[in-house]
């Protein structure tokens, strides 16, 4: 199950006045945050820039 289906599963249980559509946004903003970083991760492996280690 993808995080975004728990996310909206545990937000309509824990608050019905919160809309689904705002949980999905939430969502779709986690996974995009979430790929950012691993682009980032995978370009600093390929691309190590200088040791900041003494």
Known sequence: ?????????????????VTRHE?????????????QRQKELTKEREYPGPSLEP
Not at 1 to 17: D, F, N, Q, T, V
């Open 1 to 17: 199950m993808s995080a975004g289906a728990e996310l909206k599963r545990a937000g309509e249980a824990l608050e019905p006045s």
């Open 23 to 35: 949980y999905e946004v939430a969502a779709a903003h986690a996974r995009v945050v979430h790929e």
